[in-house]
C-alpha cells in the first residue's frame, strides 16, 4: 500500500497540463509516468519506469489491443487500395448532401455499430470521414461524434461488449444474481442518464438544433475556409501529426492510368460493406472483435484477389503496411496503460474515491458518485477498471445510508461512459484521432468543450432524481 496521500494525484495532473502546453499527448504521458516512478521509489525510478513498460507488454490486455487496432489498420489499408471505401464512399454520396445529412449518417450508423465502441469508431470514422471532408465537417465534429456514438450505444445494449461488462459488475456487487442480470440491467436503464443526454446531444448539434460554439466552432469556420482554398479540411497540424500514415493511405489506393500519371481506384461499394458485415456478424457469434477483423482479412483476400484489385502479394503486403499506419495508437495506448498501472501502485484510484464518498448523504451520493468515477476515470486512462473499483467500494456506502442501488450504478455506469469520451489519452479516443485524423489535445479542446453541457445536465439530474426517490 502506498502512503502518499494527495501527492500521488500529481502526475495526472500533469499530464493534463503538459498536454494543453506541449499538445504532444506520448510525450505528457510518458513524463507523467517518469513522475509517477520517482514519487514511487525515489532513485531507483528508473526501474520502476522500466518495470511499467515491462508489465504493460506483457499483459495480455496489451497484446490484444495491439492485434485488434493493427489488423483494423490492415483492414483500413485494404478497403482503401481496393477501392471499395471510395465505392462506398459514392454510395454516400447520394444521401450525404451536405453537413446536417452527413452528420446525421455518422449518427445512425453509430447507432447500427452498437457491438463494440472499437468497432464502432474504426467503421463509423473510415466510412465518414471522406463525406465530411466533401461537405465541410471539420474532422474535430466527426471525431465527436463517432466517439459519442460509440461507448453511448454499446453502454445501453445488454448484447454489446459494454453491456456484458456492465451485467458483470451488477452481479458482482449482489444487486443482481447471475439468473436475473440481464433483467436488473434493463432496471438500471433509466438511471444511465449520460448516455442518453450524449445521444440527444450530438443529434442536436449535428442538426444544428444546438448550435455548436467555442474551439468547435472556429473548427468549422476554419474547415469551410480549407476546403474552399485547399480543397481539404484536414488541418497542418494534423497533416504533419499523420505524414506516415498519410503518405501509406494516399500510395495504396493509387494505380496508373493510360498515360502514366496516378488516379485513385474505385470498385464496388460491396468491397467494403461485406468484409465490415462479416466484422460484426463474426464478434456477435464468437463474442470477440479480433476474430471478427481476422475472418474479415480473409474475406478481404478472397473477394479481391479474384477480381484483379490487387495481387496476393500486395494483398499480404497491405496487412503489413496497415498494421504499421497503427504506430501512434500503440504509443499513445502503451503509455496510457503504464499511467494506470502506476496509478495503481500509488493506490490513486481507491485513495480518491474513499475521500470523497465518506459521509455523503443518500440524496447526494448519485450525483457525487457521477462526478467522482468521470474525474476518475479521465485522470486514470482506465474506464472499466476504474467502473470495477467504483461498484464496490460505492454501493456499499449507498446500502448503508440507505440510497438506491439502481441509481448509484446507473451513476457509475453514466461516468464510465463520459470519461471514455472526454479522456483524450484513453483507448477510445485515441482511436478515434487516429482514425479521424486528429491530434489528440485538439480533440479534447473541440469535443470536451461541447460536452461540458452534457456533463453538467447530467450531473443536475442525479440530484433532482437523488433528491426525489431518496
Known amino acids: 500500500m502506498s502512503d502518499l496521500g494527495v501527492l500521488c494525484v500529481l502526475p495526472t495532473v500533469s499530464v493534463f497540463v503538459l498536454a494543453m502546453i506541449t499538445r504532444k499527448t506520448t ?11 520517482v514519487l514511487l521509489s525515489g532513485p531507483r525510478f528508473g526501474v520502476t519506469f522500466v518495470e511499467a513498460i515491462y508489465g504493460v507488454m506483457r499483459s495480455d490486455l496489451w497484446i490484444w489491443v495491439i492485434l485488434v487496432c493493427g489488423f483494423f489498420g490492415s483492414l483500413v489499408f485494404l478497403f482503401e487500395k481496393s477501392g471499395g471505401i471510395f465505392g462506398f464512399d459514392k454510395l454516400m454520396s447520394r444521401i450525404c448532401k451536405g453537413r446536417r445529412s452527413t452528420l446525421f449518417t455518422t449518427w445512425v450508423l453509430g447507432l447500427m455499430l452498437f457491438v463494440d465502441d472499437w468497432l464502432s469508431i474504426l467503421t463509423n470514422g473510415n466510412a465518414m470521414k471522406r463525406m465530411a471532408d466533401k461537405h465541410g465537417v471539420p474532422r474535430e465534429m466527426l471525431a465527436y461524434t463517432c466517439n459519442t456514438l460509440a461507448s453511448s450505444a454499446c453502454v445501453i445494449i445488454p448484447i454489446s461488449t459494454w453491456g456484458v461488462f456492465m451485467i458483470s459488475q451488477l452481479v458482482s456487487t449482489g444487486i443482481a444474481t447471475s439468473g436475473d442480470g440481464m433483467s436488473v440491467f434493463f432496471s438500471t436503464l433509466k438511471y444511465m442518464i449520460y448516455p442518453f443526454i ?3 446531444f450530438s443529434l442536436l448539434y449535428g442538426l444544428g438544433i444546438i448550435p455548436v460554439f467555442g474551439p468547435m466552432k472556429r473548427a468549422f469556420a476554419g474547415a469551410a475556409e480549407r ?3 485547399a480543397g481539404t479540411v484536414e488541418t497542418a497540424g494534423n497533416a504533419a501529426d499523420n505524414a506516415d500514415s498519410t503518405e501509406a493511405a494516399e500510395e495504396a489506393p493509387a494505380e496508373e492510368n493510360g498515360s502514366g500519371t496516378s488516379e485513385r481506384k474505385t470498385s464496388s461499394p460491396l468491397n467494403f460493406i461485406i468484409p465490415i458485415i462479416v466484422v460484426i456478424t463474426v464478434s456477435l457469434i464468437t463474442g470477440e472483435i479480433l476474430y471478427g477483423a481476422l475472418v474479415a482479412l480473409v474475406v478481404c483476400g478472397v473477394m479481391y484477389i479474384p477480381q484483379r484489385l490487387m495481387k496476393i502479394t500486395d494483398y499480404l503486403g497491405g496487412i503489413v503496411k496497415g498494421f504499421g499506419t497503427m504506430l501512434p ?15 495503481d501502485l500509488m493506490d490513486m484510484p481507491d485513495y480518491v474515491i474513499g475521500v470523497v464518498s465518506k459521509g455523503v448523504p443518500a440524496w447526494i451520493l448519485p450525483a457525487i458518485s457521477f462526478v467522482i468515477v468521470f474525474l476518475m476515470g479521465i485522470t486514470a486512462a482506465n474506464f472499466w477498471g476504474i467502473c470495477a473499483i467504483a461498484f464496490p467500494v460505492i454501493i456499499p456506502i449507498a446500502q448503508a445510508v440507505g440510497g438506491d442501488l439502481l441509481l ?3 451513476a457509475i455506469i453514466s461516468a464510465t461512459a463520459a470519461s471514455s469520451q472526454m479522456c483524450f489519452f484513453g483507448s477510445e479516443a485515441a482511436l478515434t484521432c487516429q482514425t479521424t485524423e486528429v491530434e489528440n489535445v485538439q480533440y479534447f479542446r473541440t469535443a470536451g468543450t461541447l460536452m461540458i453541457p452534457q456533463i453538467v445536465l447530467c450531473t443536475i439530474l442525479y440530484i433532482v432524481i437523488g433528491y426525489t426517490v431518496t
Open 227 to 229: 476546403a474552399r482554398t
Open 198 to 200: 450524449a445521444l440527444l
Open 408 to 410: 448509484s450504478a446507473g
Open 329 to 343: 495508437v500503440f504509443f499513445i495506448m502503451t503509455s496510457a496503460f503504464m499511467l494506470r498501472d502506476l496509478n
Open 27 to 37: 510525450l505528457s504521458l510518458v513524463i507523467g509516468c517518469l513522475f509517477a516512478s
